[in-house]
């Protein structure tokens, strides 16, 4: 089997908010803002999709959580830097040897953001 190297995505984004703050709302929140109405798991096993949780922890799992109370795996924690950097494999319920990863960093634009 011959395997796909895919060159890494890199994006920036500037927000109106603290490096705190928006790891909060991106990691711990993250169901405020992704669409899970389109873009989950829980559909194609018979539910819908309600929240997504983070274990707040170097190995802690992040979970898609269904309407019926079932989770589904979207990856491992794999760095957890309040403020900094969140790290985790994005494998949405493939081997994690298949997976991908995310790494997000978290900078102040400015000494009081």
Same mark, same amino acid.
């Given at each position: 089997m011959?395997?796909?190297?895919? $060159?890494?995505i890199v994006k920036s984004l500037d927000v109106p908010r603290s490096?705190?703050?928006?790891?909060?709302?991106?990691v711990l929140e993250m169901d405020r803002w992704w669409p899970l109405g389109t873009h989950a798991l829980s559909p194609e096993n018979g539910t819908l999709a309600v929240a997504i949780e983070v274990e707040p922890m170097v190995g802690g799992r992040v979970l898609e959580r269904a309407q019926d109370g079932r989770?589904?795996?979207w990856g491992d924690v794999?760095?957890?830097?309040?403020g900094h950097?969140? $790290?985790m494999t994005w494998q949405l319920g493939r081997a994690l040897e298949k997976s991908g990863q995310v790494d997000v960093r978290f900078e102040a634009l400015t000494a009081a953001s």
């Open positions: 011959s395997v796909i190297e895919i $060159t890494p490096a705190l703050d928006a790891f909060q709302l991106f989770g589904f795996h794999l760095v957890f830097e309040p950097r969140f $790290t």
